[in-house]
């Protein structure tokens, strides 16, 4: 008798997609924000209606309001896609760590010393990426910089990003990442 019951799961799958129009129709396309539901559990049997269904998220920007504003947005959605199926839900945020922002002194500093020591052929500034780290904290108290040292072979077997299940660290790139961090250490000191 499914139309007795409030199932969960068409409830989470609604609550899912309406998720995904929150970045497209609710924030500024000029400022960057990701919503990622990496989690859905309901249902134990394939005949059997789910009562209860838990979403795992993340969420990602640059700047406090718009997590405030995807937060908000978020609850928002959920609630009204629950009280439209007579379901309920329960929403928990966890505040993760600051948006990791480089200081352009630190940023000139790492440039410059990495340049010296690497080459510039080997020295890149990337566009800005959504990583969840915890180095924002640092640099909210001194000025810094988040720097990625190279650490696959791309001629190796795999030539994989981290975070994936084929990635394989050169270990041979270890020497290089602490001379880095040692000679902008000793460079900021004597320039202070």
């Known amino acids: 008798m499914p139309h007795e019951t409030i199932d969960a799961i068409v ?3 609604e609550i899912v ?3 995904q129009t929150i970045v497209s129709r609710t924030v500024d396309p000029t400022n960057p924000a990701v919503i990622t539901v990496g989690s859905f559990h309901a249902g134990a049997a394939s005949n059997v209606i789910a009562g209860r269904a838990a979403l795992g998220c993340s969420i990602r920007s640059f700047d406090l309001a718009t997590r405030d504003l995807l937060v908000r947005r978020m609850r928002e959605v959920a609630e009204g ?9 329960e929403l928990t945020f966890t505040a993760g760590v600051l948006p990791t922002i480089n200081t352009e002194a630190g940023a000139g500093l790492m440039r410059a010393v990495a340049t010296e020591l690497v080459g510039s052929d080997q020295v890149a500034t990337m ?3 959504m990583v969840g780290e915890d180095m924002s904290e640092f640099l909210v108290r001194a000025p810094g ?7 696959n072979d791309p001629a190796g077997p795999l030539n994989s990003p981290h975070h994936s299940p084929t990635f394989d660290f050169d270990e041979r790139m270890l020497a290089t990442g602490a001379a880095l ?3 902008t ?3 900021y000191l004597e320039q202070t």
């Open 185 to 187: 250490a000793a460079t």
């Open 181 to 183: 961090l040692a000679a």
């Open 81 to 89: 896609i629950c009280a439209a199926h007579r379901a309920t839900c």
């Open 145 to 151: 910089c988040f720097v990625l040292v190279g650490a």
């Open 127 to 129: 566009t800005p990426m």
């Open 11 to 13: 409830v989470a799958s």
């Open 17 to 19: 997609l309406a998720w």
